[in-house]
């Protein structure tokens, strides 16, 4: 099909060429942490993660998969739901689209090393590309709104419209932590799954039963992953 009518380019859709570039971080500290061909023990863990539950998500028609945590002190969710977008835009001609959800913190941009935009008065999305076939989507609004905007038809309908253009095979949404605040309730149902990513040193067995319950009452749980644990 015609490029120009399909809205494609060298076979991607037209809305990646105007993300705005965005490097993995060099600085040994934070580059520790990432999942990729540079760090490839942590990057089998991930790819066992990816392997085990992506492809039964596809085989479901599941396409938006939810990350969470427990707490927000943690970085178990946003670690995890970076290294598995990493891993699955290793597979040869997939689209993927990781989206932090987590408006107050925005720790993805943090783990990058890159620069965490001031709080706008008026949601305000950015789009980066971190290779050829993973972007990154986040959004920057006051920190106070974030449940109530999570929540909005106006923020789900540009949600929607922003990944209907760049057609990812998968998104991977962070969302808030579930028992800090109301964010990470007012996020669970924007997800079709949900896996939660526990921190072993600080998640409790009550913390974890609790979760599931909040997250099953709303979606189907996708699993358990103990982020400190098996990378």
């Known amino acids: 099909m015609d490029g120009a009518v399909s809205g494609y380019h060298d076979g991607r859709p037209r809305a990646w060429a105007g993300l705005l570039p965005l490097a993995l971080p060099q600085r040994a500290g934070l580059r520790a942490v990432i999942a990729d061909e540079k760090n490839p023990d942590r990057a089998e863990g991930y790819d ?12 479901l028609g599941w396409t938006r998969i939810g990350v969470t945590q427990a707490q927000g002190a943690s970085g178990a969710a946003p670690l995890t739901a970076l290294n598995l977008a990493l891993s699955e835009a290793r597979r040869p001609e997939r ?3 990781l989206v932090d959800l987590d408006i107050a913190r925005q720790p993805i941009l943090k783990l990058l090393g890159a620069s965490v935009p001031p709080a706008a008065p008026l949601m305000a999305w950015q789009g980066h590309a971190l290779n050829d076939r993973l972007a ?3 959004i920057s609004a006051p920190a106070s709104d974030a449940a109530t905007m999570l929540m909005s ?5 540009e949600l929607a419209q922003r990944l209907a253009s760049l057609d990812p095979d998968v998104a991977i949404l962070h969302l808030p932590a579930l028992l800090t605040g109301d964010a990470g309730l007012a996020g669970l149902p924007l997800a079709q799954t949900v896996l939660l990513a526990i921190d072993g040193r600080i998640d409790t067995g ?5 979760c599931e319950r909040l997250i099953g ?8 992953f103990l982020h400190d644990g098996e990378v």
């Not at 066992?48 to 085989?59: N, W």
């Open 48 to 59: 066992l993660l990816r392997t085990r539950i992506l492809a039964g998500t596809s085989a």
């Open 153 to 157: 038809d106006l923020f789900q309908a």
């Open 136 to 138: 990154l989507l986040t």
């Open 217 to 224: 009452e709303t979606r189907p749980i996708l699993g358990l």
């Open 95 to 97: 689209r993927v689209v």
């Open 206 to 210: 009550a913390d974890l039963r609790r």
